[in-house]
């Protein structure tokens, strides 16, 4: 399977970069993401729960930022094994550059699978990883952005430990 798209986020090339190399960000945004640690030099250990069609299974692997030019593009690639649900791999080729709204971040997703998953079927596994790679970025954009000012959280806002929209440039001040 394989898809291409593009985002507008309205943030600065150089906030959109730092939040991609980010590992709290990484860590947030990839659905299902239980665990993540490592570093971009050495690679990431991760740990995700899916669940695809009628089969829940829990993936450990690696991720790995390769590809990198400075400011401008990167490859984010993955691969785990669930057990006997299977495996899968995948990755997105990523590229940035400045526009009228802040950033245009283009990105071309491949992703496959093997084993008992596998057996699901095409238009599944193709629905499923569209929307994973959707959700991925829905939260990249979500965690860059975000308005300038929020009201302060109520206590039940703060207890949710969901992040926040705009989380990130906030973080960083920008």
């Known amino acids: 399977m394989q898809m291409s798209d593009s985002r507008e986020i309205a943030a600065p090339p150089a906030i959109v970069w730092q939040a991609i190399l ?13 665990s993540l640690s490592g570093s971009v030099a050495e690679g990431y250990q991760a740990v995700v729960k899916q669940k695809v069609g009628p089969v829940s299974a829990t993936f450990t692997g690696v991720v790995q930022i390769t590809d990198i030019v400075e400011g401008q593009s ?3 690639s993955g691969e785990g094994k ?3 649900a299977g495996f899968a791999k995948g990755g997105a080729d990523m590229a940035l550059e400045p526009s009228e709204a802040g950033t245009r971040l283009t990105y071309t997703v491949d992703a496959s699978v093997g084993g008992k ?3 699901l079927g095409s238009r599944i596994i193709d629905g499923f990883a569209r929307k994973l790679a959707d959700e991925f970025f829905t939260r990249f954009q979500d965690a860059v952005e975000g308005p300038e000012e929020e009201p302060a959280p109520t206590e039940a806002e703060a207890a949710d430990a969901a992040p926040k929209k705009g989380w990130f440039k906030r973080m960083i001040g920008g």
């Open 22 to 34: 980010d590992p709290d960000v990484l860590r947030a945004c990839i659905p299902g993401c239980e």
């Open 74 to 76: 990167l490859r984010i």
């Open 117 to 119: 998953i596998a057996q």
């Open 82 to 84: 669930g057990g006997v």
